[in-house]
């Protein structure tokens, strides 16, 4: 399956996304998109922050975060996931080996729907080496 099948089929097409992005672990790259769903450099940077921050409280969970240009407060910051929310819609994000899946969902759909989407995505490309 190539990584833009992942996207409209794996993330997308399950109706609890509604946009995705997956992208290398570095967020130098980006392998596969929706259409018109574009995370900027320094946004991915502060992804890459804030999966690097050890720390109990991540400075993440203080300042939050943005994603295609909207910023999200911090539910969620962990080794593996970043969930955001602004209002009634947010975003998940996880960290596999060799890459970095980002996704939103809209006010339609329960946030734990989408993160089980994600996360069991997460799971596997984990599983498979990814």
């Not at 769903?37 to 946004?43: I, L, M, S």
Request: hydrophobic residues 40%.
């Amino acid at each position: 399956m190539s990584w833009q099948e992942y996207v409209d089929s794996s993330l997308v097409g399950t109706g609890n996304l509604d946009r995705a992005a997956i992208l290398n672990a570095e967020g130098t790259s980006v392998w596969a998109s929706s259409k018109g769903f574009t995370v900027a450099p320094e946004e991915i940077k502060e992804v890459i922050a804030a999966y690097n921050d050890k720390g109990s409280v991540k400075a993440v969970q203080s300042n939050g975060f943005y994603i295609a240009g909207d910023r999200y407060v911090v539910i969620k910051a962990d080794d593996r996931s970043l969930y955001g929310r602004k209002g009634k819609e947010g975003v998940v994000i996880v960290k596999t080996n060799m890459a970095i899946l980002v996704t939103h969902y809209p006010e339609t759909v329960q946030p734990g729907a989408a993160a089980n989407t994600v996360e069991q995505l997460g799971d596997y490309l984990i599983g498979v080496g990814y």
